[in-house]
């Protein structure tokens, strides 16, 4: 089924662990998104890619890294999670920077 | 950075009524989208506009670009008990405001709407 898949679908960390959240999508888009979304503050980017190779800090990259080996993948990575990064995390992709984003299921982290 | 101001933020409305909810920012937009997202999961996109001034329908939902390009609504006629969930809008702004070519979308906060059988 065409789309954008998210792994794990949730998971509870220790504060200090290391976690990678993954995203894969089938659609051949350029472009992939990561947000977070938290209670009152809606959906905030952390980071993004427009093109394989390339990504780019967004609003909140700060604890965050990102890589972009191929097009299809855009792993998140937490080096070393704190309670703060208790969040619902989004992966999006879109044809081109500039059209409209489609969104995978999320992953809901709990860093205790 | 571009801020969009998404009113109201809940509505409890009866089965069957008609709903109205709208985006406004201080700058302009190229694009405007909304979406929605159901407890649990993504958001998915209902409307896209690339246009100031256009109209899109999708079934009983209608939204329009603002023809000052700061501003978009969503109708959504006839509600029913699945219309329950948050909807977002989104707007995309030119090139040159999104810095480092991001072509960032900029979020409004959702609109929680409640339909009461």
């Known amino acids: 089924i065409a789309g954008i898949t998210q792994a794990p679908t949730s998971q509870i960390l220790a504060a200090g662990r290391r976690m990678t959240l993954r995203c894969t999508q089938d659609m051949r888009h350029n472009a992939m998104y990561w947000y977070r979304q938290d209670l009152g503050l809606g959906l905030r980017l952390i980071h993004y890619?427009?093109?394989?190779?390339?990504?780019g800090k967004g609003e909140v990259p700060d604890g965050y890294s990102v890589s972009r080996a191929n097009t299809d993948d855009f792993p998140l990575t937490l080096a070393s999670a704190v309670p703060s990064q208790t969040s619902v995390y989004f992966c999006?992709?879109?044809?081109?920077?500039?059209?409209?984003?489609?969104f995978g299921p999320g992953t809901r982290l709990t860093v205790l | 950075g571009q801020q969009l101001n998404q009113s109201p933020q809940s509505m409890f409305i009866q089965e069957g009524e008609d709903v109205s909810m709208n985006c406004t920012s201080s700058?302009?937009?190229?694009?405007w989208l909304w979406y929605k997202q159901d407890p649990g999961e993504g958001p998915v996109l209902l409307i896209a506009l690339y246009k100031a001034g256009e109209l899109t329908s999708n079934g009983r939902l209608t939204a329009q670009f603002g023809i000052t390009r700061k501003d978009s609504f969503l109708n959504i006629s006839a509600s029913i008990p699945s219309d329950v969930g948050i909807y977002f809008c989104a707007g995309q702004p030119p090139y040159a405001y999104s810095g480092a070519g991001s072509y960032q979308l900029t979020f409004g906060k959702g609109t929680k709407l409640s339909v009461i059988p």
């Open positions: 890619s427009n093109t394989a190779g390339t990504t």
């Open positions: 700058s302009i937009f190229n694009t």
């Open positions: 999006a992709s879109t044809l081109a920077p500039g059209n409209e984003q489609f």
